[in-house]
């Protein structure tokens, strides 16, 4: 092999370069490498997979030619509008995430820029998508296919979802997690993501379970947190979890319900997961009792309960909290009745 005489680090090929600037920050590159000369912007510009978080405007994002992966974060102190960053080159983009700061009546970005930044014309190549906010055009865009390469999406807050006329399908989406105030989304967005795998929603009320005899067979992890008003042991527990035959991971957080005073029977709530998902390897419960619920019925079950299904592993009791965990035996609080299952006691 001929050697290569080299004088300067500019005279290195763009390959030892690029291997170079991986562990240089984009604002790194631009203060240390721009400008040198013709050939060095020309390699700086076209650096592959160019990762930027932004808190305020800087003179690296109008010298770099795309992304592929972009961080913005907006709040009440920075001044930054979303407007700013339009003439960005997004066509490589496969990661964003947009953090905005979002109160319930008033946020830093208008619905209209975020529909004119994020679209399928401007990031055809999508992969990863998260966002503080989202409009209906945006949810839109996602659950039709719009961004044919999209597999994992995060929205904390969903305005209002789209009208439901088109026959179209998110079909490359795995993982969602959307929070809204509709519960009737939940199955909404199941069916428009036929390959889902994961799945978090959150809600206050328990998604619909008039309709039956429906399944997600290819669902594997579930997340459903915040339900309010919450009942165990009046069908509808039972009738949701029949969705869901092949989950392995299952998160159900719930505030049970003020309105009844229902018992909760754990021995029925563990043969009805054993019935119903008889796959599930990785399950957490968390159930906020009301505050008449009666203290005497914990005092001293928690080893009772745990014997109940065989990933009841870990039981705990904080205030008007139980939690019950297959995995993570370090719980959080101080307050607490706390009992682990031995590894070598007898499973039921």
């Known amino acids: 092999m001929d050697e290569i005489d080299v004088y300067r680090l500019e005279d290195l090929p763009v390959e030892i370069l690029f291997e170079i600037f991986k562990s240089l920050k984009p604002e790194e590159l631009y203060s240390s490498m721009a400008h040198l000369n013709i050939r060095m912007n020309m390699i700086l510009k076209k650096q592959p997979n160019l990762k930027i978080s932004i808190y305020c405007l800087k003179p690296a994002l109008s010298f770099f030619d795309s992304f592929t992966s972009l961080t913005i974060h907006f709040d009440s ?57 989202c409009t ?8 039709t ?3 044919p390469y999209l597999k994992k999406c995060i929205i904390k807050n969903c305005q209002e979802f789209f009208s439901t006329s088109s026959k179209a399908s998110a079909k490359t989406l795995h993982y969602l997690y959307m929070h809204t105030e509709n519960k009737y989304d939940f199955h909404v967005m199941l069916s428009m993501c036929p390959k889902l795998k994961h799945f978090h929603f959150h809600s206050d009320e328990l998604p619909s379970t008039q309709i039956q005899n429906i399944h997600y067979p ?11 008003n919450f009942l165990f042991h009046n069908g509808q527990y039972d009738i ?64 009772l309960i745990a014997q109940m299904h065989e990933l009841f592993r870990s039981v705990n009791k ?4 139980i939690y019950i965990r297959s995995f993570d035996f370090n719980p959080s609080y101080i307050d607490y009745w706390h009992y682990i299952r031995p590894a070598s006691e007898p499973k039921s």
């Open 240 to 303: 949701f979890l029949s969705y869901f035959p092949n989950l392995i991971n299952f998160d159900l957080t719930v505030a049970h319900s003020h309105n009844h005073d229902e018992i909760v029977d754990f021995a029925q709530v563990a043969d009805c997961l054993r019935r119903r998902i008889p796959r599930l390897k990785k399950l957490k419960l968390n159930i906020y009792l009301r505050r008449t619920y009666p203290f005497q019925l914990f005092y001293g079950q928690l080893p």
């Open 218 to 228: 290819l669902l594997q992890c579930l997340n459903i947190r915040w339900l309010k």
């Open 136 to 143: 209906t055009k945006l949810t839109e865009f996602i659950f």
């Open 145 to 147: 296919g719009a961004f």
């Open 77 to 133: 102190i920075n001044e930054l509008h979303l407007y700013q960053f339009q003439y960005l080159n997004l066509i490589n983009l496969r990661s964003l995430n947009i953090n905005i700061l979002y109160l319930k009546w008033w946020t830093v970005v208008s619905e209209d820029e975020l529909n004119a930044f994020i679209n399928p014309a401007r990031c055809p190549l999508l992969k990863y998508l998260r966002l503080s906010g």
């Open 318 to 321: 904080c205030q008007s909290l």
